[in-house]
């Protein structure tokens, strides 16, 4: 009985002993596979940031307009320029930038707005150009939706 026993342990000793590295490497192959997977998207976000569509020269801009955060700053110049919307609004609604996030920027001085009125919208391409310290607007093409 003695030595049935201990040749019981024996084998459950041998199959932790199998388990135990069973696992580990199923362990570095899932180590390994992730480790692929984060090169893969390292590589992706470089694919992303190489195109891209430039921006502005945020940096210049802020030392021209004498500001930390030129970008806010055109935000709001534009967003108070109700005058460049050539579209009106209908059904008593008034057409307008819906707020600062309705307009993106890209390189050199250029700015994409979406404008609604509640009923019908659209997209206002902008050039601005900086002289000084104020921000020129000019309405460079228009779409409706």
């Given at each position: 009985?003695?030595?049935?026993?201990?040749?019981?342990?024996?084998?459950?000793?041998?199959?932790?002993?199998?388990?135990?590295?069973?696992?580990?490497r199923?362990a570095?192959i899932?180590?390994?596979?992730?480790?692929?997977?984060?090169?893969?998207?390292?590589e992706?976000?470089?694919l992303l940031?190489?195109?891209?569509?430039?921006?502005?020269?945020?940096?210049e801009?802020?030392?021209a307009?004498?500001t930390?955060?030129?970008?806010?700053?055109?935000?709001?110049?534009?967003?108070?320029r109700?005058?460049?919307?050539?579209?009106?609004?209908?059904?008593?609604?008034t057409?307008?930038?819906p707020?600062?996030?309705?307009i993106?920027?890209?390189?050199?001085?250029?700015?994409?707005?979406?404008?609604?009125?509640?009923h019908?919208?659209?997209?206002?391409?902008?050039?601005?150009?900086?002289?000084?310290?104020?921000?020129?607007?000019?309405?460079?093409?228009?779409?409706?939706?």
């Amino acid at each position: 009985m003695k030595r049935f026993g201990v040749l019981v342990l024996v084998l459950l000793l041998a199959a932790s002993a199998g388990t135990a590295l069973y696992f580990q490497r199923q362990a570095k192959i899932a180590s390994e596979r992730a480790a692929e997977l984060m090169r893969q998207v390292d590589e992706l976000k470089q694919l992303l940031d190489s195109s891209r569509i430039p921006e502005p020269e945020w940096e210049e801009i802020g030392k021209a307009l004498k500001t930390a955060e030129p970008e806010a700053l055109l935000r709001s110049s534009l967003l108070a320029r109700q005058d460049l919307i050539p579209w009106k609004g209908v059904l008593g609604g008034t057409m307008a930038i819906p707020g600062p996030d309705s307009i993106w920027f890209f390189a050199p001085a250029w700015a994409l707005a979406y404008v609604e009125d509640g009923h019908i919208a659209g997209y206002l391409l902008f050039r601005f150009r900086i002289s000084g310290n104020r921000v020129t607007w000019t309405l460079v093409d228009q779409e409706p939706l």
